[in-house]
C-alpha cells in the first residue's frame, strides 16, 4: 500500500469526538487545475484513496500530474471479534484521513477538462462521501 505513514510518533491514537464544521486549509485549488473537494465530513481510508489513485492514473495514461490533498495517518484499532471486555487496545488494522467538509481531496493537470470530470466522476463514485468537481 502506498497510503500508510512510515513512522508515526504514536503507534495508537484515540478516536476522538468528531470533526463538526468546515476546513479552513486546502479549500481551494493550489497544483492543479481540476479537483475534488468534499461536501461531507467523513473518514477516507487508505484502500478508498488507492482506489482512487488507480482510476486517476488510468485516465491520465503518463500525460498529466496528481497531487492528493489528504494522507491517512490517523491509526484505527480493532479487538477481534470473540474477545470479552478488557486487555487494552487492539491492534492497529489501517490508517484513515479524516476530510472536512470543504476541502479539496485530489487535484490533476495536464489533461483536458472533459477527460478529467470523467476522471473525477469515476473517482469519486470510489469514496464514502459527496464530492464535486470544481476547476480554477
Known amino acids: 500500500m502506498q497510503f500508510r505513514p512510515a513512522k508515526t510518533k ?10 463538526e464544521g468546515t476546513e479552513t486549509r486546502a479549500t481551494n485549488l493550489a497544483f492543479g487545475s481540476f479537483g475534488l473537494k468534499a461536501l461531507e465530513s467523513k473518514w477516507i481510508n487508505e ?18 500530474n496528481v497531487w492528493f490533498r489528504v494522507f491517512p495517518q490517523k491509526p484505527i484499532t480493532s479487538k477481534g471479534v470473540e474477545f470479552s471486555m478488557g486487555g487494552g487496545k487492539g491492534d492497529v488494522v489501517g490508517y484513515v484521513a479524516p476530510v472536512k467538509k470543504g476541502r479539496i481531496i485530489v487535484e490533476i493537470d495536464g489533461i ?25
Open 10 to 19: 504514536y503507534r495508537k491514537e484515540q478516536r476522538g469526538r468528531g470533526f
Open 47 to 64: 484502500k478508498q484513496l488507492e482506489a482512487v489513485r488507480k482510476i486517476i492514473l488510468k485516465y491520465l495514461k503518463k500525460g498529466g
Open 112 to 136: 483536458d477538462e472533459e477527460v478529467a470530470r470523467e476522471a473525477l466522476r469515476k473517482a469519486a463514485a470510489k469514496l464514502p462521501i459527496k464530492t464535486k468537481f470544481v476547476k480554477k
